[in-house]
């Protein structure tokens, strides 16, 4: 039982550089969430898909791009890296159907912006 | 702006002791609230979720939401070092249509440390 997967689970980039930080889900789940975790401030959501085919912003998206590439995978990308998106980001699945649904978290990507 | 307030701690307490993590909000529309544990360098874990008022217990834990008041609370009783982590708390907000896609909005974080 795989769940959520994120890779790659660790990375190392240059300020400028772009990067694509990979998640699925294999729980057949509509909704998908991206969120960065930094020191002292909780989770952020920075963009979701509520189903395939939609995605839309979250807090914190600037910086961000998104593509829900079918059911399974959603993938948020950095197009020219900065210190500032230095953080640990999380994917997170929800089926969609019902408010009384909690979100499942992959195991997170930790990323350095050098 | 909506908000989920929690105090960052650390909360320390006890082996034995019973340990409570308090939680509040500002969207009076919130309609469902979640409890995740994160320990250090691992992803959160759902333990608990509340979505009518009073008390909902499982096992060691027992979560309590008044809407009125706009508190969400978490009871650890008899804690264990095991219990040592970062508690979450989520609500489910809405828009301003009423539809929220399931997206949450997290508090900072109580970081609790259950010693011997």
């Known amino acids: 039982n795989a769940g959520v997967t994120q890779t790659p689970k660790f990375q190392v980039l240059k300020t400028g550089q772009s990067m694509t930080l990979q998640c699925a889900q294999d729980?057949?789940?509509?909704?998908m969430y991206w969120y960065r975790q930094d020191p002292g401030m909780g989770l952020r959501l920075i963009y979701y898909?509520?189903?395939?085919?939609?995605?839309d912003k979250g807090e914190v998206p600037n910086g961000y791009n998104v593509s829900r590439l079918n059911k399974r995978e959603f993938s948020l990308r950095l197009e020219s890296a900065a210190p500032s998106q230095t953080s640990v980001y999380f994917c997170?699945?929800?089926?969609?159907?019902?408010?009384?649904?909690?979100?499942?978290f992959g195991d997170g990507t930790r990323l350095s912006i050098l | 702006q909506k908000e989920v307030e929690q105090n960052s701690g650390p909360l320390s307490v006890p082996e034995g002791a019973i340990a409570s993590l308090n939680c509040t909000y500002s969207?009076?529309?919130?309609?469902?609230f979640f409890w995740y544990r994160q320990y250090s360098g691992k992803s959160p874990e759902l333990i608990m979720s509340?979505?009518?008022?009073g008390d909902k217990e499982d096992g060691r834990f027992t979560a309590q939401l008044n809407k009125a008041s706009q508190y969400v609370s978490l009871l650890i009783r008899d804690s264990q070092p095991s219990d040592s982590a970062t508690y979450l708390c989520a609500v489910k907000t809405s828009n301003a249509g009423g539809t929220s896609y399931g997206k949450l909005t997290f508090g900072q974080g109580t970081i609790l440390t259950v010693h011997p």
């Open positions: 729980m057949n789940h509509n909704s």
């Open positions: 997170a699945s929800r089926p969609g159907h019902g408010h009384n649904q909690p979100q499942h």
């Open positions: 898909s509520a189903s395939e085919g939609t995605t």
């Open positions: 969207d009076r529309g919130s309609q469902s």
């Open positions: 509340i979505y009518s008022n």
